[in-house]
């Protein structure tokens, strides 16, 4: 860890185009002017560890809490649900999750997350895969950790449209020239025993470019948003 100090006025400069600047001390109290690109979400530790814990969450899904989950919003949430996976041509990658069993995944399934999810980083390697199990849902299975897996929703079958704001960095390390070239999906958590209280995470949505099977989860600033939208108001 670097410990610095500074006066009201100085600066510390953090890579090539981040700025923090002292502007007031107050008691305990200490004010800081942050200068970034537009398209750098700049969040403070609390909301960051906040975000990790739900993606903590959403991985401990039960198998039979997603059944009933299911039960309880049939017809209540018009779902955009994707086709079936076809049957895979070519070797496939065996894959024991911990929640659905022994899985095959293809290798053109395979996507990379250069950076992990929050909380995860040390896992990059991930598949989505559509089964039977999780319909309407998808699931984005770790292949690097079996044991983590995650259920994805479209969000427009939650919200009318999620703004995903400035994406310039974004879209350079996914190779996209545009947003509208990235597949969008919202995890959603299910609390054991719970699943009428299930959430989605509309504030760190994951982003899939399909030309290139590379992904990213980011941080939107959008404060309309809440990582615990209710799917059942009721």
């Given amino acids: 860890m670097l410990i610095l100090t500074r006066r009201i006025g100085e600066a510390v400069i953090i890579g090539d185009n981040v700025?923090?600047?002292?502007?007031e001390v107050r008691g305990k109290q200490v004010r800081l002017g942050i200068e970034a690109p537009l398209d750098v979400v700049v969040l403070r530790d609390e909301i960051f560890q906040r975000l990790n814990?739900?993606?903590?969450?959403?991985?401990?899904?039960l198998l039979p809490d997603l059944h009933e989950f299911k039960r309880t919003v049939n017809g209540r949430i018009k779902w955009n649900p994707r086709p079936a996976d076809p049957p895979s041509p070519t070797p496939s990658l065996a894959v024991d999750?911990?929640?659905?069993?022994?899985?095959?995944v293809d290798p053109k399934q395979v996507i990379t997350f250069g950076h992990g999810l929050l909380g995860f980083n040390g896992s990059h390697r991930?598949?989505?895969l559509s089964r039977p199990e999780?319909?309407?849902l998808l699931l984005l299975q770790c292949l690097d950790q079996p044991e983590l897996a995650f259920l994805l929703a479209d969000p427009t079958s939650l919200v009318d449209r999620l703004h995903l704001g400035r994406l310039n960095s974004t879209l350079h390390e996914l190779e996209a020239r545009s947003p509208d070239e990235l597949e969008v999906f919202v995890t959603l958590?299910?609390?054991p025993g719970r699943p009428h209280e299930a959430t989605a995470n509309l504030?760190?949505?994951?982003?899939?470019?399909?030309?290139?099977n590379l992904g990213k989860q980011v941080v939107l600033e959008?404060?309309?948003?809440?990582?615990k939208h209710r799917l059942l108001a009721d």
């Fill in 222 to 227: 959008n404060q309309n948003y809440s990582y």
């Fill in 134 to 136: 999780a319909s309407p």
């Fill in 97 to 104: 999750s911990s929640q659905l069993g022994s899985l095959q």
């Fill in 126 to 128: 991930f598949a989505l």
């Fill in 203 to 212: 504030v760190s949505p994951i982003l899939i470019n399909p030309r290139n």
């Fill in 189 to 191: 958590t299910i609390p």
């Fill in 19 to 23: 700025r923090v600047v002292v502007l």
């Fill in 53 to 61: 814990q739900e993606n903590l969450q959403a991985a401990g899904f």
